[in-house]
């Protein structure tokens, strides 16, 4: 069981938008930065959002990323068929050992 | 270009060791906290341990403290994770990953996968 909740699995069509949701709590998401890591098949993952809403160099700006409270959102426009990963949200706990950071579960994105 | 490239994973029985190394390039590898997050077969991330760019802050998650350890060497831009009394439960791919200066996990390597069985 994680810490974050995710959506194990969202679908859309190609170049409609999506998004997946990450719901935590006031020791995580509440008082710290929210990340988001997109994992294609196969592959490690990568920074695909930081900061709650900032992207790495190199990332279009069809990803984009927001938090309300203790949730946090992550948008995909404009679908291609090479979205289609795993998306993990990720952020510190302090409810956990000193240092520790925390993912969502996971969501499983098809691009139909 | 940054390279992080995990080795040392392989088969173990549970009771046993094993330990992994993360070799760093392209990066000024003494001046970044490194971690190790480990994934297992068909589930999501989970973050292992973590160390700060001089060894001063060490931190594990519960589910390893005490079995686990952490270590660097800057002189050979080299990442350690020394596993002992390996449970069925350790068996996943573990990946080495830089902290970028805003604490993001910026850079991974490409994993190297342990398994734990009799």
């Known amino acids: 069981q994680s810490v974050l909740t995710q959506p194990p699995s969202v679908s859309a069509a190609p170049g409609q938008k999506v998004t997946i949701s990450c719901s935590g709590s006031?020791?995580?998401?509440?008082?710290?930065?929210v990340s988001w890591y997109q994992q294609l098949p196969g592959t490690a993952p990568k920074l695909l959002i930081y900061?709650?809403?900032k992207r790495p160099s190199g990332i279009p700006d069809r990803f984009s990323g927001s938090k309300s409270g203790t949730s946090a959102t992550l948008g995909i426009t404009g679908l291609q068929t090479g979205d289609e990963a795993d998306y993990y949200c990720?952020?510190?706990?302090?409810?956990?050992?000193?240092?520790?950071?925390?993912f969502g579960g996971g969501t499983k994105l098809t691009v139909l | 270009e940054v390279q992080l490239v995990e080795s040392g994973g392989g088969l173990v029985k549970p009771g046993g060791s094993l330990r992994l190394s993360c070799a760093a390039s392209?990066?000024?590898?003494?001046?970044?906290?490194m971690n190790w997050v480990r994934q297992a077969p068909g589930k999501g991330l989970e973050w292992v341990s973590s160390?700060?760019?001089?060894?001063?802050?060490?931190y594990y998650a519960d589910s390893v403290k005490g079995r686990f350890t952490i270590s660097r060497d800057n002189a050979k831009n080299s990442l350690y994770l020394q596993m002992n009394s390996l449970r069925a439960e350790d068996t996943a791919v573990y990946y080495c990953?830089?902290?970028?200066?805003?604490?993001?996990?910026?850079?991974w390597g490409q994993g190297t996968l342990v398994t734990v069985s009799s």
């Open positions: 990953a830089r902290d970028d200066l805003t604490g993001d996990l910026g850079y």
């Open positions: 392209g990066f000024t590898f003494s001046s970044y906290s």
């Open positions: 160390i700060s760019s001089s060894s001063s802050y060490i």
């Open positions: 006031s020791s995580n998401i509440g008082n710290n930065y």
């Open positions: 900061d709650n809403n």
């Open positions: 990720g952020t510190w706990d302090s409810s956990l050992s000193a240092g520790g950071r925390v």
